[in-house]
């Protein structure tokens, strides 16, 4: 009784069939890898905060590009100029307050952050969706918002000590520079 392979054509065919499959496989894995790789690089601490959050790097990635959707929708501008001073004058005021009143100083200091964003066009929303949001645009900052927002709104039972205020100052400082800047556009800066 012959084989099923032992015809020419079908041993062929099957042949032919694995190669294929070996490398749809194969560009598959690099396209994944490619799509990690670009992710992490985009994201940042924020890649590794959301594989841990969500348990996996393929659901991390589909609530990261879930992220930059939503945020493509929304209507984030550039500050004008006279917006621009008026935010320096206010952070100037801020710091300046933190001498005599560290505590008070963090708190409008985070505030002047939220209002800093709702002025580009970020809407108010919970502190976890305007960091999921802002991350999309500056994951660089992320690490240091979570940390001094912590710090601002952490509860007058657990007072932070002065040298943690400081670094929540210092942290908004960091913060506020770059939400500044003008944003180079994601193609501009992929050109470059």
């Known amino acids: 009784m012959p084989s099923f392979f032992s015809n020419p054509i079908v041993a ?14 194969g ?8 799509r990690t ?5 985009r994201f940042g601490s924020e890649y590794d905060r959301a594989v841990l959050t969500h348990g996996s790097a393929d659901k991390a990635e589909a609530k990261l590009a879930a992220r930059e959707n939503r945020v493509d929708a929304l209507k984030i501008r550039e500050l004008g100029a006279t917006e621009r ?16 009143h560290p505590k008070a100083a963090v708190t409008e200091a985070d505030d002047l952050i939220n209002s800093l964003l709702e ?20 994951p660089r900052v992320m690490e240091n918002y979570r940390i001094a927002h ?10 932070a000590s002065t040298e943690e205020l400081r670094t929540a100052m ?6 506020f520079d770059d939400l500044l800047q003008a944003q180079i556009p994601v193609a501009a800066k992929s050109a470059a």
């Not at 560009?27 to 490619?34: A, C, D, E, L, Y």
């Not at 912590?150 to 007072?159: C, K, N, Q």
């Open 150 to 159: 912590d710090i601002a709104v952490r509860p007058g039972l657990v007072d």
């Open 85 to 100: 001073d008026r935010f320096v004058t206010e952070w100037h005021t801020v710091q300046a307050r933190f001498v005599d």
């Open 12 to 25: 062929v065919a099957s042949i032919v069939l694995f190669i294929v499959a070996a490398v749809a496989l």
């Open 27 to 34: 560009v598959w894995m690099k396209h994944r890898k490619t």
């Open 119 to 138: 002025a580009r066009g970020y809407p108010k929303s919970s502190f976890e969706q305007r960091a999921a949001d802002v991350s999309v645009h500056y």
């Open 37 to 41: 790789l670009a992710f992490k690089n």
């Open 170 to 175: 210092i942290k908004y400082r960091d913060i």
